[in-house]
């Protein structure tokens, strides 16, 4: 939750220059609801970023004030939306059986859901974490016809990370992936190796080149690091 709609802007203008040399990965830009238009409408057909959005209801319309649904999203050019985040499970007490209405709602409007994933420190400590990432990972796509999970992404964000400055160390993040993909290529073989699998918590331009030389990391899913354009762009340019 940062940044008005004119701040959005003005960040897409210096990301934009920040971006010194051609990138070659695929780069998502996810801003508030209110600044989603506010950057579509400034986006230039060779830009190397697409737009997505931080949550969705899973409902189309309706009495649900306060709710922005996939069609909405679509609307105003979104291609992708983040579901399950653990701050949303944390703090608003999103379940998984509502994560999953969520993600069943994001494939039914044509929008590419990044599915969050992640243990906090009390079932890491407990010694949880794989019990709790595959009960997420099962739930959130339950009934979910395998042929709409192409478009799939998981973001593995071990919630003691996110924001604190502890990121996960590298051997820890390719276990986790590798089990998550162990699970995929059970449940649904056909998508196993062809989702991204990306990280998420207290990624930085100074652990960005040891979390891309892994194999088993697809990605990144940036949270505080990405407030600052030029920051995001070093983090976008070390991916390349």
């Not at 859901?113 to 079932?123: A, D, H, Q, S, Y």
Request: hydrophobic content about 40%.
């Amino acid at each position: 939750m940062h940044k008005t709609t004119a701040e959005a802007v003005e960040f897409v203008h210096r990301f934009r220059q920040a971006l010194t040399h051609d990138v070659s990965v695929e780069i998502l830009l996810i801003p508030p609801f209110t600044a989603l238009y506010g950057i579509q409408q400034m986006l230039h057909a060779d830009d190397p970023f697409k737009l997505g959005a931080q949550d969705l209801s899973w409902n189309d319309e309706g009495a649900y004030t306060g709710e922005v649904s996939g069609r909405m999203l679509k609307d105003v050019g979104c291609q992708w939306v983040i579901v399950g985040h653990s701050e949303r499970r944390r703090l608003l007490g999103e379940t998984d059986a509502l994560v999953n209405n969520k993600l069943k709602s994001a494939l039914q409007h044509d929008l590419a859901p990044i599915l969050c994933v992640g243990e906090t420190l009390e079932e890491r400590q407990a010694g949880h974490t794989q019990d709790v990432v595959k009960d997420q990972l099962l739930r959130a796509l339950r009934d979910v016809p395998p042929e709409q999970m192409t478009g799939l992404a998981i973001a593995y964000e071990p919630v003691w990370a996110i924001g604190t400055g502890y990121a996960a160390t590298v051997r820890h993040i390719e276990e986790m992936h590798a089990f998550l993909r162990s699970i995929l290529n059970v449940e649904w073989p056909h998508i196993g190796q062809r989702t991204r699998i990306v990280y998420g918590g207290s990624v930085s331009p100074e652990n960005a080149p040891e979390l891309f030389g892994s194999d088993e990391i697809d990605g990144a899913l940036v949270g505080k690091a990405c407030l600052d354009p030029e920051g995001f762009a070093k983090i976008c340019q070390l991916a390349s």
